[in-house]
């Protein structure tokens, strides 16, 4: 009896004969040999169908299978240097489940539109599911670091009643007799839970109504959001620096394969370590006129100053104290300098731009009432969130990683559509 096999774990069957269930991703024949490349979830692999050593209808049958068509094979599992991932199938026996009619996505090159037209399909090609497993390992990754340094997973509600990151980019929706909104960050809630717990961290997708159509944008996109009790700005960035590094350490341990299959030259993720530079938003500012940029303190930056300063770093940038009026309400004035606050945005190397978002928080009961005053912010929707000044306030700090932008700079990727199975983009809602 051949025993059920997994391609990702093939190793462990090495000159046995196994069984593997999947999906037929290639086929090369030559007259008495079909070379059937098979894919099943966990990896690909070349199994080799020679006439005369299967029955003669298998041998037919193989012949006969049309890319995507779902079979189970079985055969004897050999050791081959030659072969992409080391080994290879000699099959004994094919067992056809279904023969796929007119598979859209052939081996030629297909425009983009028509690709994201057809994502559902899409997900099985070798790229994306290297990219996507990618994605997985960066996610484990990340929380595997947060609950091994004491943190706890709290989550944040996505139905909210009013705004954390300002209410230009809000999606508005019905919560029966009341509007609601799709969150932007759970970081208001995540603040709550700090006073409860000490370390958390939330995650889940998040929302931005952006009209904003750049290969960095998504509109729902996935948030992981520390939080921390007792800490301030240097602590919080020495956080990040650590659980980035972490992120890319496990990725270069677990995925090479993957990282092989995209082509990433991983020289430049081994010198991603612990201490991270650090650059004022003045210092960047001066970095970016010097370089012809047309842009003055106060300013945001756009993708290409971002992308401009990010190329100068090989490990990711911090960007600390930007101008007060440029960022959000709850962020604390730097002492003696109010007009710049105790945040950084964390870049990535090679261009990629922000990847992390964090601050200190005021924690002052005073100054985060004048604040939410000046911001319009109304007792109804922030009186809980102004409690928490008021019920033993501590200093804390955190920071939202975005989940897609990292996975985009890890894995070298042009775009971050990309990144996340189904993207949703400006004016794309499907599949
Ligand atoms: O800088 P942001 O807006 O920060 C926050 O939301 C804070 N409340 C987080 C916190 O302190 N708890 O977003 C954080 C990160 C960005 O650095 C970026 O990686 C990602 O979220 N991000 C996006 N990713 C894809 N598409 C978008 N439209 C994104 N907007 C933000
Ligand atoms: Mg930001």
């Known amino acids: 009896m ?22 037929l991703y290639n086929k090369r024949s030559s007259g008495r040999i079909h070379f059937l490349e098979l894919r099943d979830g966990t990896g690909f692999i070349q199994c080799v169908v020679v006439k005369g050593e299967v029955p003669d209808e298998d041998f037919e049958a193989a012949g006969k299978l049309t890319q995507e068509s779902s079979l189970r094979l079985t055969g004897i599992v050999r050791a081959d240097a030659r072969a992409k991932g080391g080994y290879e199938i000699t099959v004994k026996s094919v067992m056809p489940f279904q023969v ?30 290297a990219l996507l497993s990618i994605r997985h390992e960066v996610i484990a990754a990340a929380q595997q670091y947060l609950n091994d340094n004491g943190f706890l997973r709290v989550d944040a509600p996505i139905l909210t009643p009013a705004a954390c990151e300002g209410t230009t ?11 609601a909104y799709l969150s932007q960050s759970g970081q208001l809630y995540n603040e709550a839970d700090a006073m409860a717990f000490g370390k958390v961290y939330c995650f889940g997708p998040t929302f931005r109504a952006e009209k904003s159509k750049t290969r960095r944008h998504l509109i729902e996109f996935w948030m992981l959001e520390p939080e921390m009790a007792w800490c301030d700005q240097e602590e919080n960035q020495r956080v990040q620096e650590e659980l980035v590094s972490y992120i890319v350490a496990k990725v270069l341990e677990k995925r090479r394969a993957e990282l092989a299959v995209i082509e990433r030259d991983v020289t430049k993720l081994e010198d991603i370590k612990p201490p991270f530079p650090r650059l004022s938003y003045d210092d960047a500012i001066d970095i970016l006129k010097g370089a012809g940029r047309d842009i003055s303190w106060g300013d945001d930056f756009g993708a290409p100053d971002e992308t401009l300063i990010s190329e100068r770093f090989t490990r990711p940038v911090f960007v600390t104290n930007y101008p007060t009026s440029m960022k959000a309400f709850y962020m604390q004035p730097e002492p003696g300098r109010p007009e ?9 190397p090679e261009g990629y731009g922000e990847i992390i978002g964090g601050s200190e928080r005021i924690w002052d009961p005073a100054l985060m009432e004048e604040r939410m005053r000046q911001h319009n912010l109304s007792e109804e929707a ?50």
């Open 340 to 348: 710049v606050v105790k945040c950084a945005d964390m870049l990535a």
């Open 169 to 179: 980019t809000l999606f508005e929706t019905e919560y029966f007799e009341e509007k």
């Open 2 to 23: 051949a025993a059920l096999a997994l391609i990702g774990k093939i190793g462990e069957h090495d000159g046995k004969e196994v069984e593997l269930r999947g999906w």
């Open 382 to 431: 922030y009186g809980w969130y102004m409690q928490l000044r008021k019920f033993g306030t501590v200093p804390h700090s955190g920071f939202g990683i975005g989940i897609e932008r990292t996975v985009a700079w890890i894995t070298g990727s042009e775009h971050i559509r990309e990144m996340i199975p189904f993207p949703r983009l400006l004016y794309r809602l499907r599949p």
């Open 100 to 129: 796929a009619q007119d598979y859209p996505i052939t081996p030629k090159e297909h425009g983009i539109d028509f690709l994201m037209d057809n994502r559902h399909l899409w997900i099985r090609h070798k790229r994306q599911h």
